[in-house]
C-alpha cells in the first residue's frame, strides 16, 4: 500500500468515524433519476437554488454600500452604480437575478404541477414550495422598495394600501409595515430588516425542509412514466450523471444571467418624492402585472363590496384552489384529475394574457 | 355514581401537568409576543415628518395661468391646485381615492388624473368621473387674497 493510499484510507476512516460519511454516500448513490420526456423540468429546481445562491452573495455585497436611510438610499444606489469598482456589475447581478429567480421559479411551479408531484405523497412538498413562491415574491416587493425611486415609491404605496383593504387586520398589518400612514423613513427601515433578515431566515428554514420532503420521497415522475411496466422504466444515477449535467444547466443559466447583465445593466429611477404625481406609464414588476391589471378591470363598486377587496377574494380563491388541489386530486379520481389540470391551465393563461394587456396597456 | 365512575371523571396527574405546560407556553408566548407587536405598532404622530397645517399660501394667480395646474405640499399631504379653462381655480388633496397613488392636473383633458390605474376626476369639484376610483377627491378651500393663491382645509 502506498504511502498516499495510506493517508487516504485513513482521513477516510477518521472522517467516517465522526461524520457517518459511509452512509451518506450508500443514501447519494441509490438517488435516481427517472428518465422520460418531461425530464427536462427536473432542472429547475436546481436552476432556482443556483439563482438563489447568486441573490445571497450579491445581496451580502451590496449591504456593504447601500444606506437604508431616506435620503440616503437613493444616493447610495447611485454611488454603488456609477462609483463603485464593479458596483453596477453587482448591483446588475441581483436585479437581474431576482427576475430570473421568480422566471425559473413559476416554470418549477407549474411544471411540477402539471405534472402532478403535488400528489399523495408530496402533499407537502408543495405547499412549502408555494410558501418559497410567496417568500420570493416578498422578497421582490421589500427589496424593490429600497433604492427609493419614484416607481419603487408608487409601487409600495400600491401594494400596502391594497393589503389594508383586507378586513379585519389589513389596514393594522400594512401600517405596521409601513410604520406609520405614510411611506418613509420608518418604512425604509421596516423593509429592510425584512428584506435582509426575516425573509431569508425564513426561507432558508423552509427550503431545508422542501429539500428534505424531496429526499424522502425521491423525484416524482408523471404519469406516463408511472404506467410503464417495471421493465421499460429507465432511471439514471443522480451521482454522478444527473448532478454533471445539473452542472452544466447551472452554467448555461449563469451565463444567461452574464449576458442580460452586460446587454442591460440594471438602472435608477429618479429619487422618490412623495410630493410628486405619479409616473405616467407607471407599471409594477412582470410577476406582479397580472394581478395589476386583473385589478384595474374590476369596477370600483362590485354590488356592496369595494372592487379591491372583491378582486383580493377572487384571487385568494384561485391561490387556495393551489394549496387544497393536491388533497383532492390524490390520482384515484380521473376528474378530479382533469379538473386540476383545466385549472391550472386557465390559471397560467388568464396570468399570461393579463400580463401582456398589463405590459401594453 | 359509584367509585370507577368518579375515578374516570378524575383528570391524571400527567394529564393536569400536559395541560398546565399548554397554558403556560400560551400565557408566555402572549407575554412576549405582545411587547414586540407593541414595539412594532406604530403610534399616530410616530412619524418625525408629520406636519399640520391649516392653510398656506400656494402661489401668486399669474404664476397658475387657466389650463394649468400644480402639485404642492400642504403639511404631510400631496395636494394639487388647478386653474381650470374656464377661470375657476380648484385645491384638492392629491391623493387618489382608489389606491393612494398622487393625482396630477391633465392639461389637454382639462381633468385630474392618476397615473396608477387610470382613475379620472372632474377638475372642477374633484368628483370621480371614470376608471376605478370609488369615491371624490377631497376638497380644499381656494381663497384669492390680491394676486395670492390661498389654500386652507375645508
Known sequence: MSGNTKLKNGLQAFLDERFNISSLLQIADKKKVPIHKHAVWYYMGGIATMYLAVQFITGILLMIYYVPEISSAHASILKINSKIDFGWFIRSLHSWGANLLI???????????????????????????????????????????????DVSFFATKIGLDIAAKTPLI???????????????????????????????????????VHLLLVQLHGMSAPGSFNDLPEAK????????????????????????????????????????????????????????????????????????????????????????????????????????????????????????????????? | MNSEDQDANKIGRADFFKGALGCTALAWGSMTL??????????????????????????????????????????????????????????????????????????????????????????HDGKNIAGPPPKPLTALVVKIDKDKIIVSQS
Not at chain 1, 409595515?177 to 411611506?183: A, D, N, S, T, W
Not at chain 1, 425604509?188 to 425584512?194: E, G, H, L, V
Request: hydrophobic letters at 50%; glycine letters at 10%.
Open chain 1, 170 to 208: 389589513g389596514e393594522t398589518v400594512a401600517n405596521m409595515l409601513r410604520g406609520g400612514e405614510h411611506i418613509g423613513q420608518a418604512t425604509i427601515s421596516r423593509f429592510f430588516a425584512i428584506h435582509v433578515i426575516v425573509l431569508p431566515a425564513a426561507l432558508l428554514a423552509l427550503l431545508g
Open chain 1, 233 to 361: 422504466k429507465t432511471y439514471e444515477k443522480f451521482f454522478p450523471d444527473f448532478f454533471y449535467k445539473d452542472i452544466l444547466v447551472w452554467i448555461l443559466a449563469a451565463n444567461v444571467l452574464f449576458a442580460l447583465v452586460m446587454l442591460n445593466p440594471w438602472g435608477i429611477g429618479p429619487e422618490a418624492d412623495p410630493f410628486a404625481p405619479a409616473p405616467v406609464g407607471i407599471k409594477p414588476e412582470w410577476y406582479f402585472l397580472s394581478m395589476f391589471q386583473f385589478l384595474k378591470l374590476i369596477p370600483p363598486m362590485v354590488g356592496p363590496i369595494e372592487g379591491e377587496l372583491f378582486g383580493m377574494v377572487l384571487m385568494g380563491l384561485a391561490a387556495l384552489g393551489f394549496v387544497i388541489l393536491p388533497f383532492v386530486d390524490n390520482g384515484k379520481s380521473k376528474a378530479w384529475s382533469r379538473f386540476a389540470t383545466i385549472f391550472g391551465l386557465l390559471i397560467l393563461t388568464g396570468m399570461i394574457l393579463l400580463s401582456i394587456w398589463g405590459a401594453l396597456s
Open chain 2, 34 to 123: 405582545y411587547p414586540i407587536f407593541c414595539y412594532l405598532n406604530p403610534k399616530a404622530g410616530d412619524q418625525e415628518d408629520e406636519t399640520q397645517v391649516s392653510s398656506l399660501e400656494v402661489c401668486k394667480v399669474k404664476d397658475l395661468p387657466p389650463g394649468s395646474g400644480r402639485n404642492f405640499r400642504f403639511g404631510s399631504t400631496p395636494a394639487v391646485i388647478i386653474h381650470t379653462k374656464d377661470g375657476e381655480i380648484h385645491a384638492f388633496k392629491a391623493i387618489c381615492t382608489h389606491l393612494g397613488c398622487t393625482v396630477q392636473y391633465q392639461q389637454q383633458k382639462d381633468n385630474i388624473y392618476c397615473a396608477c390605474h387610470g382613475g379620472q376626476y372632474d377638475a
Open chain 1, 103 to 149: 422566471a425559473i421559479l413559476f416554470a418549477h411551479l407549474f411544471s411540477t404541477f402539471f405534472m402532478k408531484a403535488y400528489r399523495r405523497p408530496r402533499e407537502f412538498t408543495w405547499l412549502t414550495g408555494l410558501l418559497l413562491m410567496v417568500i420570493c415574491m416578498a422578497f421582490g416587493f421589500s427589496g424593490y422598495l429600497l433604492p427609493w425611486d
